[in-house]
C-alpha cells in the first residue's frame, strides 16, 4: 500500500461549486493533482453529485465532444466528456432528459479571457441513478456542507485560513443554500 | 527500487570515475578504457577503442566524456564485465568502525570498508532480500541488509567477517549497511570478542520468557510478547517464505499476523484458539502486526478464545469498481490472482475461474475498498459463477460481468458491513441503503435555521435594533416561567415582584459562592 491514496469524492452543491475559483496544485509538476478550496474550506480534487440531467449538447467539431448540464435543488453543474471519457460520453450521445444522474469526476479549471474561472467536472462516472439515491445525495451533502461551516467558524487550519482569506464567505448564505437543498427533498 | 538506487551509485561512481581521467584527447580516453578492460581481463587494442571513440565523438557528435563512457559500458556488457564490480573499486570506500559507521546517519549514501561480527540474522521479509542481520564490533552495532541479486556466500552467525564495498543507507535517521553486488565479504583474520551491544539486541532463543499480554495492549513495534489469541482470518498465501498469515483477535480486539516458514510451524486452522510463544509486534504503515519467526513458537490450546468483533459498518456511495473485479481466474496451485492469463510466481497455469467485486464505497470522509467474494457477487449480481463464465465465453469479453457489476454499482447507496483488514474491508453483507429518514432531514433544518437565527440577533444586537438583554430574557426558560408565575400572583404588587426578583438573584450568587469555595478546596488538595 505505500504511496496508494484514494481521494475521497467530496459532496458540494452546485452553487459552492459556482462561487469557487481557488484553484491549485500542491506540488508544481504538470501533473500533479489539481485542487479546488471552496467557500466553505473545502478541497476538492474528485466530486460526487446526483442530480437532474436536464440538457446534452455536442459541442465538438469533428470529434464528439459532449456538454452537460445537471441540476441540484441550488444550481447547475457543467459536465464535459470527449474522447477521453469514452464511456461517459456514450452515456451522454444515448441519454434522455431530463433523468436522475449520478457522477464521480475530477473538478477542472477553465480560466476565461477576462479572468474568470469557470469549474466543471471531467467524469469519470456517469450513471442512472433513482430519486431515492438522488435524495440521499443531497441530505449527505448538506450535512457535509453544515459541518463544513461549522468547522470553518470555530477550528481553523491551512484549509480553512485560505478560504475565508480568499473568499470572506457569508456563511448565512451557505446555510440558506442548504435549507433550500432539504426543502426539495423534504417536499415530496 | 533497489535495483535502481543500485544502478544510481553506480552510475555516479562512474561519472566521478570519467571525470578523473583527465583525458584530453581520444587516444588518452581509449587508453584508460584499454587499462580497465585490461584489468578486468579482456584484451583490446587501444586502436580499436579509439575508433569507436572517434566513431561517436564525430559521426554522432556525441561529448568526448560521454563516448568514453558509451564505449567502456558497450566493451563491458560485451566481454559480459559487471560494471558494478568494475566502478565499485573507483570509489572511495573508507574503512570504518561500526560507530562511525552510526555516525553517517543524515547523511548521503556513502561506500565504507568494515570489519563486524554477526550477532543477529533475521527472516528474509522479501525475495529480493538475500539475508539481514546485525552485525557489530567493539564500537557497535548496525543493520545489514545483502540483497539476493549478491553473489555472496550466505553469512554465518557469530562469525567476523571483513566488509568490503559495502553502502551506508541512512533511513529514518538510522545508518544501516546494504550489500548489493560491488559488495565483497570475506572472513576476517582476527575475530572480534566482545560486540558493544545496544539495547536493540534482541534475544533469539526459542526459550525466553515473555509477559502474555493482549491485543489492546500491543499498540507498538518491536515487543516480545507471548498472546493467547483466535485465528479469526486466513488469508490466500502471499508469499513462499510466509507459512500463515490473516488476522488473529482476542477478547480485546483484532490485528494481523505473520508467521514466517523459518519457525517451521506447520498447522495453523482458523477458527481455532493458541498460544503464541516469542512473537514480536512490527509496526507497518501506522499497523500493528505481530510476526512469529524462528525464536517464536504457536501451540494450540483448549481454552476458546473469543476474538472481539471487528465489525465495520459504513453507508457510502460505490464510487468505483478496481481492477480485478469480475470474471477472474486464480492460479490451481497457489490459489493467486492471474493476470493475463498468468500467475506470477507459477506462469502460465489453466487457472480456475471465481467470481468477486473490488468495490469502493465512499462516505464523502474516507474511500473504503472492499472485497466482495463470489458467494454474495453471485447472489447480488443473480448470476452464477458458471453463467458468467459462458456469458464471457460467448460475448468473447471477460470484461462483460464488470461492466454489469459498473452499472450495477456504481452512484448507488449502499450499507456495507464487513471485516476490516488493513486495506480492504472483507464484506460480509452489501445492501442498498434505506430511503432518506425524514426526520434527518428535519433535524438538520431546525439546526440550521436555529443557527441563522442566533446570526440575525447578533447582527440586530450590532445594529442596536435590539438590546442583548432582550434575547436573554427571552432565552431563558427559566425567568420566563417565574415571571409567568408572578403574573399568577396577579402581582401588581410591585415590592413582592421585586422580593421574589431579589431571591432568585440571591440564589444564583449563593452558587457561585459554594462554587468558588469548591474550586478552592480542590487548589488546596
Known sequence: MPGYFREIAVRMFAKEMKDSDLIYREEEEQYAPQYVLTPTGAKANRILISGVLTEVENIGSGTEYYRARISDPTGTFTVYAGQYQAEAARFLAEAETPAFVTVIGKVTAFKTDDGNTILSIRPEYIQNADEKDRDLWVAETAEKTHERIIAAETETNENIKNALEHYSPEFSEYRKMIIQALEAISSN | ????????????????????????????????????????????????????????????????????????????????????????????????????????????????????????????????????????????????????????????LNKTYDFKNVVVKSWNDKASITLNKAATIAPAAEEIVTVKAGETILSDSKDRTNELRTVAELQQGGIWTDLKANIVQLFEKTHESIAFAGVLGDETGTMRFTVWKTSEIENIEAGKSYLLKNAITKEWNGNIAVEINRAGKVEEIDEEIVAKASVFELCGCAVDIQAGSGLIRRCPECNKVMTKGMCTEHGKVKGKYDLRIKAVFDDGSEAHETIINCELTQKLLNIELADAVMMATETLDPECINDIIKKEFIGKYYVVRGAKTDRYIIVENVERAEPIDANRISQLKDCLMEELDRKNDAEKIENGEIRNDEIRVGENRDIEKDIEEMEELKSSDFEEFEKILNSIEAEDEGIEEDEEIEIEEIKVI
Open chain 2, 1 to 156: 527500487m533497489k535495483d535502481m538506487n543500485e544502478t544510481e551509485l553506480a552510475d555516479s561512481q562512474e561519472s566521478i570515475h570519467f571525470k578523473n581521467t583527465g583525458a584530453s584527447d581520444l587516444f588518452d580516453r581509449a587508453a584508460t578504457i584499454q587499462k580497465l578492460l585490461s584489468e578486468n581481463g579482456a584484451e583490446i587494442s587501444v586502436e580499436e577503442i579509439e575508433a569507436k571513440l572517434k566513431e561517436m565523438t564525430e559521426i554522432f557528435k556525441v561529448p568526448a566524456a560521454e563516448a568514453q563512457r558509451s564505449v567502456t559500458n558497450a566493451f563491458l556488457k560485451k566481454y559480459g564485465i559487471s560494471k558494478t564490480k568494475v566502478f565499485a573499486g573507483k570509489g572511495s570506500a573508507v574503512t570504518k568502525k561500526i560507530a562511525e559507521i552510526n555516525a553517517m546517519a543524515g547523511m548521503p549514501d556513502a561506500w565504507v570498508n568494515f570489519t563486524g561480527k554477526v550477532i543477529q540474522i533475521w527472516d528474509s521479509t522479501h525475495e529480493s532480500i538475500a539475508q539481514a542481520g546485525l552485525v557489530g564490533d567493539e564500537t557497535g552495532i548496525i543493520k545489514f541488509t545483502i540483497w539476493s541479486s549478491t553473489e555472496i556466500n550466505p553469512l554465518e
